[in-house]
C-alpha cells in the first residue's frame, strides 16, 4: 500500500549539533520527495526536495539524501539553530496508476535548545 | 500576496450543519490540491484538480465531501452533515502541471461541535 514512515517523531538536540529525520516508502514508482517544515498555527513549508535520479541535495545547512534501493531518504540539518524547532514532514510522491498526490510521514518534532 | 490563499481561516460549526470553504491557488497553475491534517499528523491527500477537471479522489472523501474546480481558478470544498470526526485543518496547495513542487496555504480550520 501507499505509506511513509518517519523517525523520529520528536527530536531534541542542542544548539549547533546536527539533526537527522529518516523516512521510508513503499511505493517504487515514487520519484519525487520534498521535505515540508511546519511553525505551529502556520502553513507546511517546502525547504528541499530530491528526485529520484539524484543521490544527494545539499542548500546550506540543510541536506537530503536518498536510497532508491533501500527505499530511503533523509534530511540532514547542521549548525542547528532554536529558529530550526518546528515539525519536519516527509513525503513521497505517488505514481501508480497516474496518481499525482503526496503521501506524508506523521512529522517529527524538533527542538533546538540554545 | 501571490501565495495560495484559504479563506476562512477558522470555522465553527455545530455537527449536522454545511460548511464550504474556498482557495485561491498561486496565479497561473493549474494544479490544485485539497489534504486534511489531525494533531500530531501529516497532510492526508484527498482530491487534486487539474484545471477544472477532478482527477482523482481519495478513498477518505466520503459522500459528504464534495469539491469544485468550475473555472480552473479557485476551487471550494462543501462538507456537508458535519460530524465531530470532521474536525481538522483542511490544506490546498498548488502547483504547476509537469512540475511536482507543491505549495500549501495557510489552512482552514474546521472545528465541529
Known amino acids: 500500500g501507499e505509506n511513509v514512515e518517519q523517525h523520529p517523531s520528536t527530536l531534541s538536540v542542542q544548539e549547533g549539533d546536527s539533526a537527522v529525520i529518516k523516512c521510508t516508502y513503499s511505493?517504487?514508482?515514487?520519484?519525487?520527495f520534498p521535505w515540508y517544515k511546519q511553525e505551529l498555527g502556520k502553513r507546511p513549508q517546502l525547504i528541499i526536495d530530491?528526485?529520484?535520479?539524484?543521490g544527494e541535495k545539499k542548500d546550506q545547512r540543510i541536506a537530503v539524501t536518498l536510497n532508491k534501493t533501500a527505499k530511503h531518504f533523509s534530511l540532514h540539518i547542521t549548525e542547528t539553530q532554536p529558529e530550526d524547532s518546528a515539525v519536519y514532514f516527509c513525503?513521497?510522491?505517488?505514481?501508480?496508476?497516474?496518481?499525482?498526490?503526496?503521501?506524508f510521514g506523521k512529522g517529527t518534532k524538533l527542538t533546538v535548545n540554545p | 500576496d501571490t501565495g495560495v490563499s484559504q479563506d476562512p481561516r477558522h470555522k465553527i460549526t455545530k455537527r449536522g450543519q454545511n460548511v464550504t470553504f474556498r482557495c485561491d491557488p498561486i496565479?497561473?497553475?493549474?494544479?490544485l490540491y485539497w489534504y486534511r491534517q489531525t494533531l500530531g499528523q501529516g497532510p492526508e491527500f484527498l482530491t487534486y484538480?487539474?484545471?477544472?477537471?477532478?482527477?482523482?479522489k481519495s478513498r477518505l472523501l466520503s459522500d459528504r465531501f464534495s469539491a469544485e474546480r468550475p473555472k480552473g481558478s479557485f476551487s471550494t470544498l462543501e462538507i456537508q452533515r458535519t460530524e465531530q470526526g470532521d474536525s481538522a485543518m483542511y490544506l490546498c496547495?498548488?502547483?504547476?502541471?509537469?512540475?511536482?513542487?507543491?505549495?500549501f496555504g495557510p489552512g482552514t480550520r474546521l472545528t465541529v461541535l
Open positions: 530530491i528526485r529520484s535520479n539524484v
Open positions: 496547495a498548488s502547483s504547476l502541471a509537469g512540475l511536482d513542487e507543491q505549495f
Open positions: 511505493d517504487s514508482a515514487s520519484n519525487y
Open positions: 513525503a513521497a510522491s505517488m505514481k501508480q496508476g497516474g496518481s499525482e498526490k503526496l503521501v
Open positions: 496565479s497561473e497553475h493549474n494544479r
Open positions: 484538480f487539474q484545471n477544472e477537471a477532478q482527477l482523482e
